[in-house]
């Protein structure tokens, strides 16, 4: 069972920074593939970033220049460093774990609320 706990959230003006974090449980933390997904109020949860075991990382378009995905293994933690916030970018944000070899995401954090003001 891995256990993830989002933090960083918050109340931010467009154009400002936010920096999430997501710490997760077990000794294996370095081999899972991490994910930042959010959803809108009344919208399907949508892909933010992901970033591999070995590093590699992937964003949505919408992101894209904006926010960085990092990892820290020492720490069994993954970051989501959001930049020039908009008002569209407002949504809870879930950080998700993909053990090796699953072919889906296997655990989920309970979401971090993020609220940019126009």
């Known amino acids: 069972q891995v256990q993830l706990v989002e933090s960083g959230g918050g109340l931010v003006q467009a154009g400002g920074s936010l920096r999430l974090s997501c710490a997760a449980s077990?000794?294996?933390?370095?081999?899972?593939?991490m994910g930042w997904f959010r959803q809108a109020p009344g919208k399907e949860r949508e892909f933010v970033a992901r970033i591999r075991s070995g590093g590699s990382t992937y964003y949505a378009d919408s992101v894209k220049g904006r926010f960085t995905i990092s990892r820290d293994n020492a720490k069994n933690t993954v970051y989501l460093q959001m930049n020039s916030l908009k008002p569209e970018d407002t949504a809870v944000y879930y950080c998700a774990a993909q053990l090796y070899k699953s072919i889906s995401y296997d655990y989920w954090g309970q979401g971090a609320q993020v609220t940019v003001s126009s």
């Open positions: 077990g000794r294996t933390f370095s081999f899972y593939d």
